[in-house]
C-alpha cells in the first residue's frame, strides 16, 4: 500500500532584476526615481507601476548582467556606455501569496554618466549667477530632461515618470516595490 503525502513541494524562487534610473542624491529635496507603467501585454503585474525589471537568465553571468540586459531591452539605454551605478542593494527574498510565486529581488540604482555628483551643488553647467541651491535644482532639472531625452520604451512599458522615492507607497504598483525602495534608498531591510 502507497502513502500519499498532503506535503507541498516548496516553491521555487524566481531572480529577478530591478533598476531604478535616478536624478539627484537621495539627500537632496529633488531627487527622484523612476517608475515604469507596466503594459497590459506583460504576463504578470499589468498596468502597475515598477522598476525596470526581468528576470535573470541562464544567459546572464549575473544579476548585474541582467539589469544591464534589461535596461538596454526595455529603454534602449547602455548600461555600459551611459549609465553608472550608484547602488546595489543586498538581494533578498518575498512571496507574492496572489500569484503563489517567491521572488528574488536583486534592486540597483543608475544614473547618466556626468551627472554622477549633483545634488551638492556641484555638477555639469556653469551656473552663473546662480546660488548653491539654486544651482543644484537647476542641475537636476537638467538632469531629468537629459534622462527624458534618452529612455525609449519597449512593448512591456506605456509610459514611465520620474518620482519621489515616499510617492510609491501612494501608488500602484507592483508587490512591495516600497519595500525595495527602502532596501536600495533608505529606510533598510525588514525583519
Same mark, same amino acid.
Given at each position: 500500500?502507497?502513502?500519499?503525502?498532503?506535503?507541498? /513541494?516548496?516553491?521555487? =524562487?524566481?531572480?529577478?532584476?530591478?533598476?531604478?534610473?535616478?536624478?539627484?542624491? +537621495?539627500?537632496? /529635496?529633488?531627487?527622484?526615481?523612476?517608475?515604469?507603467?507596466?503594459?497590459?501585454? =506583460?504576463?504578470?503585474?499589468?498596468?502597475? &507601476?515598477?522598476?525596470? $525589471?526581468?528576470?535573470?537568465? /541562464?544567459?546572464? $553571468?549575473? +544579476?548585474?548582467?541582467?539589469?544591464?540586459?534589461?535596461?538596454?531591452?526595455?529603454?534602449?539605454?547602455?548600461?555600459?556606455?551611459?549609465?553608472?551605478?550608484?547602488?546595489?542593494? %543586498?538581494?533578498?527574498?518575498?512571496?507574492?501569496?496572489?500569484?503563489?510565486?517567491?521572488?528574488?529581488?536583486? /534592486?540597483? %540604482? &543608475?544614473?547618466?554618466? !556626468?551627472?554622477? *555628483?549633483?545634488?551638492? !551643488?556641484?555638477?555639469?553647467?556653469? !551656473?552663473?549667477?546662480?546660488?548653491?541651491?539654486?544651482?543644484?535644482?537647476?542641475?537636476?532639472?537638467?538632469?531629468?530632461?537629459?534622462?527624458?531625452?534618452?529612455?525609449?520604451?519597449?512593448?512591456?512599458?506605456?509610459? &514611465?515618470?520620474?518620482?519621489?522615492?515616499?510617492?510609491?507607497?501612494?501608488?500602484?504598483? *507592483?508587490?512591495?516595490?516600497?519595500?525595495? =525602495?527602502? =532596501?536600495?534608498?533608505?529606510?533598510?531591510?525588514?525583519?
Amino acid at each position: 500500500m502507497t502513502t500519499a503525502t498532503t506535503t507541498a /513541494p516548496p516553491l521555487p =524562487v524566481r531572480t529577478v532584476v530591478s533598476s531604478f534610473l535616478t536624478t539627484g542624491t +537621495p539627500s537632496t /529635496p529633488s531627487f527622484r526615481i523612476s517608475l515604469f507603467k507596466r503594459s497590459d501585454q =506583460v504576463r504578470v503585474y499589468k498596468n502597475l &507601476w515598477a522598476a525596470c $525589471s526581468g528576470t535573470v537568465e /541562464p544567459s546572464d $553571468s549575473t +544579476p548585474l548582467a541582467a539589469a544591464q540586459r534589461e535596461l538596454h531591452e526595455e529603454t534602449t539605454l547602455d548600461a555600459s556606455s551611459c549609465l553608472t551605478l550608484t547602488r546595489q542593494g %543586498a538581494p533578498y527574498e518575498l512571496f507574492d501569496e496572489e500569484l503563489g510565486v517567491r521572488w528574488r529581488i536583486c /534592486p540597483f %540604482a &543608475w544614473r547618466l554618466k !556626468g551627472w554622477e *555628483v549633483k545634488g551638492s !551643488g556641484e555638477g555639469r553647467g556653469d !551656473g552663473e549667477g546662480r546660488g548653491g541651491y539654486e544651482k543644484a535644482i537647476g542641475i537636476e532639472e537638467e538632469e531629468r530632461k537629459a534622462l527624458r531625452e534618452k529612455v525609449v520604451l519597449d512593448w512591456e512599458h506605456t509610459e &514611465w515618470r520620474l518620482v519621489r522615492a515616499e510617492e510609491v507607497e501612494d501608488m500602484q504598483t *507592483v508587490a512591495h516595490l516600497g519595500r525595495t =525602495v527602502r =532596501v536600495l534608498f533608505g529606510g533598510g531591510e525588514e525583519s
